[in-house]
């Protein structure tokens, strides 16, 4: 069973929000980077937003900044990532990671997607 679980995923229309769930288990995920990312048809996976831990750092890729919200539960061990005013280009499967080890960065996560397994992921797909 992989430590982390993605949800909340869906149909919406553009300008409308979603917000995505990251589930721990196994480990605190208040101490390690969390990050998001997501792929779409025929695309590399990219990184999406990743916040350092204990929330020390946050990074968004360009294309989301000022629309996107990454935040942490620690009471639920969860991260969350916000998503509003959503467009077509937001498309994508969203899957979250954490960092290799305690030490990895907002960034360094975000621009070097990690290899190995990743989960099932959480479908958003913005309407026009």
């Known amino acids: 069973q992989l430590p982390l679980v993605e949800s909340g995923g869906g149909l919406v229309q553009f300008g409308g929000s979603l917000k995505l769930s990251c589930v721990a288990s196994?480990?605190?995920?208040?101490?390690?980077?969390i990050g998001w990312f997501r792929q779409a048809p025929g695309k590399e996976r990219e990184g999406v937003s990743c916040i350092g831990r204990g929330g020390a750092g946050t990074y968004y890729t360009d294309s989301v900044k000022g629309r996107f919200t990454i935040s942490r539960d620690n009471d639920k061990n969860t991260v969350y990532l916000q998503m509003d005013s959503l467009k077509a280009e937001d498309t994508a499967v969203y899957y979250c990671?954490?960092?290799?080890?305690?030490?990895?960065?907002?960034?360094?996560?975000?621009?070097?997607?990690?290899?190995?397994?990743w989960g099932q992921g959480t479908q958003v797909t913005v309407s026009s």
């Open positions: 990671t954490r960092g290799a080890n305690v030490f990895t960065t907002a960034q360094t996560l975000c621009r070097t997607p990690p290899q190995g397994a």
């Open positions: 196994g480990f605190t995920s208040n101490s390690y980077t």
